[in-house]
């Protein structure tokens, strides 16, 4: 399996081999439609994570907890591990199947740059690929072929870029997952302990041979997704602190915003204040509604020519 390192795909870097692109008319794109990225490397990573949690499931189930003669112990340590592993799952669904921040296409007319009433004098980007005014902080990505806002990076593994819309589905899946791989690592520790003590064949349903396997398979994957997620976690953690995205720091660009403090970029991140929420994936990001850009309804019209576009002066 391929190094699990989150992939930076921001065609910037490459500006200056960018081939001349023809860029479609504007489209009134549908909303509420849910966002999955058609990328054969990220679909097949996507899987495999899942595939993943659900070997971590069976080895906990079936090797470890139900064979077990203490019936607490079973029940304490699989209500524990399915809640995580399900939460898990349902935050790596979030992050998959949500618009990450992406800015419509083709909105890089006259007509719709009017419509933004921008002060004389002040500056706006269009992207060459996908033909749209990019607002500040926001990058392309090669593979789900938009300009994101807030890029921070595009992870195979959950097959989406990572933005201001899905960070906190991102953060909350990284977490899960290392709780899980931490609570199987110390299961798989006091299996082994217990068998050592009493006789293999009572300790599990399976053959001493295929039990030993399997530990040392869970044990394994568990290590490698433990070290893995928690660095994740804790990068994304600091990204959000420091109100500085992983693109931006590795372009090493020097902020033109006004960085946010920590605790409110927790709060924007998460989605308002200090709450239980924050720790569920069902819940939305419902303080950035209206902070968000309308939605794609702009004036029709050609795209324009230049990448660099200055609003002009007003003549006196």
């Not at 203490?70 to 998959?96: E, K």
């Not at 618009?99 to 719709?112: C, I, L, R, S």
């Not at 110390?186 to 009493?198: A, G, R, S």
């Not at 403090?261 to 204040?273: D, I, N, Q, Y």
Request: glycine letters at 4%; hydrophobic letters at 40%; proline letters at 7%.
């Amino acid at each position: 399996m391929r190094s699990p390192v989150p992939r930076f795909r921001d065609v910037e870097r490459q500006a200056s081999g960018l081939q001349p692109v023809q860029c479609l008319p504007p489209c009134h794109e549908r909303q509420n439609i849910m966002w999955f990225i058609k990328d054969a490397c990220g679909i097949v990573c996507a899987i495999i994570t899942w595939l993943l949690v659900i070997f971590a499931e069976f080895v906990v189930l079936f090797v470890m907890l139900i064979p077990s003669k203490n019936l607490t112990y079973s029940l304490v340590n699989g209500t524990l591990f399915n809640s995580l592993a399900f939460l898990a799952l349902a935050s790596h669904f979030r992050a998959m199947c949500t618009d990450p921040g992406a800015v419509p296409k083709g909105n890089a007319t006259k007509e719709y740059i009017e419509s933004l009433q921008l002060k004389p004098g002040q500056v706006v980007y269009k992207c060459p690929k996908c033909c749209s005014i990019k607002p500040d902080r926001a990058h392309h990505c090669s593979v789900c072929k938009r300009c994101i806002r807030k890029m921070d990076h595009h992870c195979p593994w959950v097959n989406n870029c990572v933005g201001e819309n899905n960070q906190k589905y991102f953060v909350l899946f990284t977490m899960y997952i290392s709780l899980i791989s931490l609570h199987a690592l110390v299961m798989v520790v006091f299996h082994f302990l217990y068998c050592f003590e009493d006789d293999w064949t009572k300790c599990s349903t399976f053959s001493p041979p295929s039990t030993i396997i399997l530990l040392i398979l869970l044990c394994f994957e568990s290590l490698l997704f433990l070290i893995f997620t928690s660095v994740m976690f804790g990068t994304q953690i600091h990204s959000i602190c420091t109100d500085e995205t992983g693109i931006e720091k590795l372009k090493r660009e020097d902020p033109t915003w006004e960085k946010t403090p920590s605790w409110e970029a927790m709060k924007s991140a998460f989605g308002g204040a200090l709450y239980v929420a924050w720790l569920s994936p069902f819940t939305d990001l419902s303080c950035q509604k209206d902070t968000l850009d309308p939605v794609p309804m702009f004036p029709q019209g050609e795209i324009i020519e230049e990448d660099v576009i200055e609003i002009p002066l007003e003549p006196h």
